[in-house]
């Protein structure tokens, strides 16, 4: 047979199972206990090595009176068709690796640290356990991670809904419930006091993100829906780390988000303040799209993160239980800071 024609007629007309047989006869010389051992009969394994003969236009197998020996024709073929079948055992082998998580690429976008803390946490046990994983954080604001998750940039966002309305091409992934909250630094006048007014908030210098923001726009509708006040911004800045400073060594006042553990490392400056806004509570979630199924190791990231929600103390509870002064700590240490 032409090599050409040989060439356009073995993709098309090769067949696994025939293939599979002339490997188990190669490695017993035998049809006999190659058919043992891939479960046929042995007039099955006989027809299948002759279709597979014709289909090559070449004798593989020579038979004698104790077995068969492989041709020229079988001998050169043998080494592709064990390979067939190694790279098939290989790919399987993967494809259990990635279904479980322990291997691939996870894109993964989010307001800019320490905003939601928790993130690197998270990675950190993912990654250790996975050692064949690598996540590839991408640090935004909301819209544009939102049109990063549309262009197939990132898999994953992980977004405050109470930022933002969810479109309908997009799906949420609840992760835990956040509450928008009045911070300050623990030295501040007001981290002892139990109760608080919000003229007298009204009265302290602000740090506050600027207008063009989703957490600015969230705090807007926070407030009116309380008929309260804005109070007037002393500083204004989108950076994290800017509010942060201010707060915690500029002895201002600041909007967060409060949630029921804690996250981040060195937030002990900061303390939520007790004063109540009465915005609903809205979850913290993982936004993919909606068409499609996040891969296994994005689901290993979520789980993670469920499971440090799940493993983390609630500081309400401590509160209820303990004296004033673990109370105070438990306050201090639900504190996460300030979100975009």
């Known amino acids: 047979m ?12 090769l067949k696994m199972s025939e293939l599979r047989v002339f490997v188990a006869v190669l490695e017993h010389r035998s049809f006999h206990k190659a058919a043992a051992a891939v479960h046929l009969t042995q007039p ?18 020579d038979r004698h009176t104790h077995g068969v020996v492989p041709t020229a024709h079988g001998l050169s073929f043998a080494p592709r068709a064990v390979a067939v079948f190694e790279e098939l055992r290989r790919a399987a082998q ?11 690429t996870l894109r993964v976008g989010t307001v800019p640290m320490p905003a939601i803390p928790f993130l690197p946490i998270a990675i950190q046990q993912l990654t250790a356990a996975r050692p064949d994983a690598l996540v590839s954080v991408v640090e935004a604001r909301e819209s544009e991670l939102v049109e990063r998750l549309r262009k197939r940039d990132i898999e994953l966002a992980i977004l405050r809904l109470a930022l933002f309305d969810l479109d309908e091409d997009l799906h949420a992934d609840t992760l835990f419930d956040e509450k928008l909250c009045v911070v300050a630094s623990k030295d501040h006048a007001f981290a002892a006091r139990k109760t608080l007014n919000w003229p007298e908030l009204l009265r302290e210098r602000w740090v506050l993100p600027p207008a063009d923001c989703y957490f600015f726009e969230y705090v807007l509708r926070t407030l009116d829906k309380a008929g309260l006040a804005l109070p007037r911004k002393s500083v204004e800045s989108f950076e994290v ?3 942060y400073g201010m707060v915690s060594q500029g002895g201002m006042l600041s909007f967060g988000m409060r949630s029921p553990f804690v996250f981040a490392p060195g937030r002990e400056q900061v303390v939520r303040l007790p004063f109540e806004l009465p915005a609903p509570e809205r979850p913290v979630s993982a936004i993919s799209m909606g068409a499609h199924q996040i891969s296994p190791l994005a689901q290993v990231l979520v789980d993670q993160i ?9 500081a309400d ?24």
């Open 306 to 314: 469920r499971a440090l929600v799940a493993a983390a103390p609630r």
């Open 241 to 243: 780390s800017v509010q």
């Open 94 to 104: 993967d494809l259990a690796l990635v279904s479980s998580g322990a291997r691939g």
């Open 44 to 61: 099955a394994v006989t027809k299948a090595i002759a279709g597979l003969e014709e289909m090559l236009g070449v004798r593989l197998f």
């Open 2 to 13: 032409p090599a050409d024609s040989l060439i356009q007629r073995l993709p098309r007309h």
């Open 317 to 340: 509870a401590v509160q209820r239980s303990g004296t004033p002064a673990r109370a105070r700590h438990a306050r201090q240490a639900e504190d996460q800071g300030f979100a975009r």
